[in-house]
């Protein structure tokens, strides 16, 4: 049967903000499936609330809406749209629940709208773990031994029956959000008690242990015709006890027997059958006794996931496309395999390389949390190596984390770090096996596979001949085809990397680019995607006319996430309108600039200085763009061009303006913008005599910090002398302190600009929420500003582009600025894209990228018509929310400040700031709670502030409750309001009120370290249970509007 | 040491033969005469499988033939005895980018040497691969030498005497001796199998269904097997050309109608053979696990696994010989069956070993559809 001809219009789900275990593989997914549908000449209306995304971008559906995704919205857009079908199953976890819930409140049934891809059932099956063990039981596949527990006391009960350590995992959560092992009573009975809550249903799956068993993936499709296909199996380096998003993954699976690996492949196919999947992409996770090759199933997803965009671009096989037209009635021997042009779409790719997946990890963001991996996900991002053996694919991943141009640096290491999964174990790994450990030492202690380990050890006895013998034409060649960078190799030899560079020269070692084919060279393919490896003798490269390259942003991480993803596909885009031919260079297989149709030519190959060269020089571009990925490409840039290739837009010399501290304010001083006052200070002999010249409060930082590192507002010398205390290590006379001015209660906006050869537009100011002292990537912001005064904006106007003049900007430019007593100050330039911009795009509909990528182009004034765009024209209110990943990480205080934490952004947007506020709110998964108790805890200077709030607060019906301090002082002005002990103070004390589940809100406003810990407890006990915690009183304002708006009930959705 | 693999063609490839483990090396080094036991020849084939590696080497198809497995490492769970498909290692010759490097399982590494099969690793197998693709099933062979020019040389020398080997193929894998299995099912039919290089999962999956099974050389005469009143026969699958097997077309034409007939791969052409259709060769021919097949007996379309260098030509096919088999990638014939005359030919292997099982059910579908039914139907 082709294509369903009653299908005219379908919704597509999208899967919200970028949180730990649900990233931007699903924009990839829904992008990949959006352009599918609309070339099948269907109507696609598409929600998310994630306005970073590039499926939000209002050129890929037919119309888009950035709405909360809640069932009351879905059903406004459903009303609004009338499409006959939605398919959830694109939008991860997030969508597929939220189309159980339309389901369940009646509403799909109502508009006589079809699930398609995945009905009740599936999902049910799928996520609810005693069902899907009762369909394993069916088809006789096993499983790990274990019960559902549905309160504390029969969860003792079992865990004496399973014996330890044992494995919690809360039924319907995200990325096994809530779970983890326990290795003693005590730490389960708290997991415990944390599981039953995490779990919408209050339901635990207890398990026994498979620590250390082998851990397969298989991603596979089925259609309506019953064809089933593995896509690919992948196996984890990581044993059991990791989540697989925290696992390094290698695909094809290495270790399995083809009889081993045939009966894994025959049960995942009774499985899907059985749970009965009609249509679409799944996983199933396998476990694998390493010795007796006993087989459990671990779980299995009815869904486009992680781990099949990895698939997609392991393979080359489009999953998330092959997916969407099944959906509407498609078989698979009915599409044509994308990458052969000739073949069926009912195959099984075959491999000639191998893939090695790495998750990129943010611990050090989140003081306090121990660096140990679990069964609870928690890296923020991936990276892909393609290589044609596994030592070289994993080399490849392991430079393209950045981690350390080296890739494989010289580290210290403790034997817990081999013994206990943690984000650097690879790296101990490695090193132990240089301190001459032996295969069999470490499979004891990491219970890593010896094929594994095995090859590790063969990286090192490389490392070993490249020190102890020359490095000639032989050595060389082994060593690229293994993988080490130029720079490792110059560290062991003890040179500098030019010189390796220039031996290659000599000798002609140079990688050539091979096709990713989906059958292994048995068809002709001319697909655009290619990969690096020394062991090929010859390139598949077809010639493009005078080419651009657009480094891309590398792994996600915290700072630097899908946003710059959107600005290279945007860039893409744009390059090729203007009829040039685009090469993408990236490492992240989540994303969409890595999708093989995106660019003319792409690339995936780490980004670093060593990989670019070698693809330009073969690929001769006109030029690089580096302002589109992030800081991954600017910092590439100077070397890039110190090797001969044009850098395209703001030059070298722009960057340096923005980069180096001392040149900029020169040049601010110039022309007249004011910036903080600050010093430099290597010991703390030279920070106290500045001390006084900056003021506190000031804002410490160590030199060479990313996103905010280690970064504190200080009240007092005192502070100021435990700061430098605190971070000895990380200053000295050559990496000084960096101390700036802090502008206590300051309003800060981003600005966001494009300035052309004779041109400049600025793309809009988004005001922050949050006063200064909250990362910007952490603050909320509103778009068009809400308490700028008019002339205060038409000021900062005028100052960006002078700024942008004197910089010579070509391009793009973000700005960070603090307004305070209408005095403006800058805080930060940067020449690039930012996270901002696709937010300011969909906010004010100018296409800011295009733009950028006219000024590039060196297009006139004539030719872009700057005066067409306006920032203040559109009639709506966008409100930036921002998403956070404490739950993951136990330890961590949820308070704001300089260093950045959050993962993802949203996007409300209304016809007045509230509507769009409550909505930012809701699309961040903060609840606004109609009724119940406020409790506050303020510090000194916020209490008369707080105090009209509060007021207000009990006029709407809220109770109060409130620190002793804070408490006395609401009563003393007329407050009816319930003191609570802090918890210094003795017990009963106020996070026990809040852990008994009496509080409904919290808004707790904190400076100072002292009381910042003292206030710790609150904080994480609303983590804990979900209850809104508000750190900041700008943002307490924002979240009473908020409240207001909720309850009038009355909302409306909009198309962008 | 370097080894190189030189193509019929003229195209020479470097490598390095056998394991870079220095145990290793010293073995095959200890063998008398080495550089003639490991210099081999053949025709060069490629297998796009990812695993499998050992029931390759052991499946008779592959007789006289360079085995090239795309996937970069092999080698990489050891050996297993129990996963060979015949008695021997038949291939020519393993070429992969990679295998294991460890002295733990070097099992895969020794046993090829054990059977003086050379390795060639370190050379660029995906250009190799596209090599192959475009010539076809080029000769080869894989020898020691100081240098490309003299690779050349004794290369020729090999692959012109190989060639001079007879051209039944089948007759060199098939067993001489006539063998008796006991099948699972005591009530159950009994199977003459025409061992034209039959893989062992082929049996196995008989005695699944069968009292016993008779397996015969190739060029056993119709009386011999008739004698046996087997009550089906099969024809397996084995290496070569189909139109270089003597006798056996004759042979089977005459139990056409008689009794159920099921051929694979090798025994599918011998059966269109039988029927006075013609075969031809494929450029490259199918090997791998891969391959999509539309199948309209047993009514889906799944993944097989493939080994063949000959297709039937559906225009010589008789008119009551429907095609019901069909190879997605390609379109050639990859099935037929008659109702009428109650014979099967399939050109896959629904034994695997290695591959996907999707295709087993063509056994079930044998003794239940072919054998059984008949039987009521004729009563």
Redesign the interface.
Known sequence: MPKRQDLKKVLIIGSGPIVIGQACEFDYSGTQACKALMNENLQVVLVNSNPATIMTDPELATSVYVEPLKAEYLEKILIKEKPQAVIPTLGGQTALNLALDLHEKGILKKYNVELLGATPEVIRAAEDRELFRNILDKIGAKYPKSYLVRNYEYGLEVAGELGYPLILRPNYTLGGGGGGIAYSPEEYKTMLVKALHESPTSEVLVEESILGWKEFELEVMRDH??????VC?IENFDPCGVHTGDSITVA????????Q??EM??EA?KIINEVGIQTGGANVQFAVHPTTGERVVIEMNPRVSRSSALASKATGFPIAKLAALLAIGY???EIKNDITK???S?????????VTKIPRFAFEKFSGTKDILTTQMKSVGEVMGIG???NESLMKALLSLEYHPEGIPDVEYTSEMLSYPNSKRIFAVFQAFRDGKS?LELEGLTQIN??FL??VE?LIKIENKIKQSELNFDVLLEAKRNGFSDARIAKLKKVNEGEILNLRNKHQIHPHF?RVDT??????SSTPYMYSSY????SELPNLDKPVVIIGSGPNRIGQGIEFDYSCVRGVKAFQKNQIPVIMVNSNPETVSTDYDTSNLLFFEPLTVESLTEIMRVTRPQGFVAQLGGQTPINLAKSLEARGFKLLGSSNEAIDLAEDRGLFSQICHEIGIKIPTSGMAGSLSQALELELKVGYPMICRPSFVLGGRRMEVLESSEELKSYFERHKEFISSTQPCLMDQFLSGALEVDVDLVRGKDWIIIGGIVEHIEAAGVHSGDSMGVIPPQRLKEETCLKIEALSKKLSERMNIIGHMNLQLAIKNDEIYILEANPRSSRSVPFIAKATQIPLIDLGVAATLMKSKQEVKPEQWDWRKSDFVSVKGVVFPFKKFTESDSILGPEMKSTGETMGRGRDYSEALMKAFLSSHVNLPAKGEAFFSLREKDKKEMLALAKEMSQMGYKLSATTGTARYFQENGLDCLPLRKVHEGRPHCVDHIRQGNVAMVINTTTGRKSIEASFDIRRACIDYSIPCITESDAAEAFLLALKKKSEGSFDVERL | MIGFLVLESGEVFAGSLFSESSELRKDFFAVNDFEKKFSRAGEVVFNTSHFGYEEIATDPSYFSQIVVITAPQQGNYGVNRDFWESRRIWIEGFVCLQTQYSEREHGWIKRLHESHVPILTGLDTRMLTMHLRKQGTPWGAIVIAKDKEEAKIKAKVLIDEKKKIQKDWVFEVSRKETEIQIGEIPFGPKVAVLDFGVKENILRQLKKYASEIKIFNSRTSFDIIASYKPEALMLTNGPGDPADVQQAADVVKPFIGQIPIFGICMGHQILSLALGAKTYKLKFGHRGSNHPIQDQLLKKIYVSSQNHGYAVDEKTLPEDVMVTQRNLNDHTVAGFFSQRRNFLGIQYHPEACPGPHEASELFKYFFEEMILNKKTEDR
């Open positions: 015709k019953g064809t089933f296909v593995v199996h094809p699976q290495m270790t399995l027997t083809d009889r690996y045939q492949r025959d196919y078989s698979l021997d000739s073949t069926p009912c195959y099984e790719p075959a491999l000639d390389y191998v044609r053996t596994f295969v010896p094929w095995e090859h063969s091979n059958c292994a060279a048995e068809f002709e062991w090929s003798q010859f």
